[in-house]
């Protein structure tokens, strides 16, 4: 099974600043199909996944732009270009190249 | 919108079995590929079982192959995840999640419904 590893486990944060998270995957998740499955979702406390960006750098509907992906092969970044309140939360990378099997990075808590 | 609704936990005793339900609208519910995921307390994300959309192929993670049965009704938008031989691991909240059109990943969820495993 492909592990994905996050990097840092907590991220203090100050709002208005920029903020990154890093996941590595364990092995390369690029797809025979040539595509990069690889989201970042968004867990509020309280509050289900809430899917931020799929295929490394897409940003889903409705997620502002703000944030955004980056990465290729087996490293992979989400930037948070300025950081706002309702940011708070666990964000979790997934790969889904290895389907029907999903794997999640580990989580990384932001924190004001 | 699309929306997943799911039901159906609640305390059970380890050995004991459990239906869980998503009740699924806002989508064309009968062309769409389900997961089952749950998250223990305090803990990450785990996939559990996959269905296609007309529920002919169904894959489960090693966790729970052999216990954990996903079926779908597509006439009532609705899957469900039979769950038995419960152990105390499997408490978590359990949730529902649509895979995205034309990729392999997931783009809702339901809000989760929580199972509990207790003596």
């Known amino acids: 099974d492909i592990v994905m590893t996050q990097t840092p486990l907590t991220l203090p944060v100050t709002l208005g600043q920029p903020a990154s998270i890093s996941c590595r995957s364990s092995?390369?998740?690029?797809?025979?199909?040539?595509?990069?499955?690889l989201s970042w979702l968004q867990q509020r406390p309280g509050q289900p996944p809430r899917l931020l960006i799929f295929?490394?750098?897409n940003r889903f509907s409705g997620v502002p732009d703000r944030f955004s992906g980056s990465g290729a092969g087996t490293d992979f970044t989400l930037n948070i270009s300025r950081v706002e309140a309702e940011d708070v939360g666990l964000y979790y990378c997934?790969?889904?190249?290895?389907?029907?099997?999903?794997?999640f990075g580990g989580g990384t808590k932001v924190e004001i | 919108q699309v929306k997943l609704v799911e039901s159906g936990g609640g305390v059970v005793q380890p050995g004991r079995s459990l239906r869980l339900s998503c009740a699924a609208s806002?989508?064309?519910?009968?062309?769409?590929?389900l997961y089952w995921v749950r998250q223990a307390p305090g803990k990450g994300l785990e996939w559990l079982a996959l269905?296609?959309?007309?529920?002919?192929?169904?894959f489960y993670a090693d966790s729970v192959k052999g216990r954990f049965t996903i079926s779908r009704d597509n006439s009532k938008n609705t899957m469900y995840l039979q769950m038995d031989s419960l152990r105390l691991e499997d408490t978590a909240v359990y949730y529902c999640?649509?895979?995205?059109?034309?990729?392999?990943?997931?783009?809702?969820w339901g809000q989760g419904t929580q199972v509990t495993v207790s003596s």
């Open positions: 997934m790969q889904a190249t290895q389907f029907p099997s999903l794997t």
């Open positions: 295929k490394i750098s």
């Open positions: 806002g989508f064309t519910f009968s062309r769409s590929v």
């Open positions: 999640a649509r895979v995205m059109v034309a990729t392999f990943e997931v783009d809702y």
């Open positions: 092995q390369s998740l690029v797809h025979s199909d040539g595509n990069t499955y």
């Open positions: 269905i296609s959309y007309d529920g002919s192929q169904r």
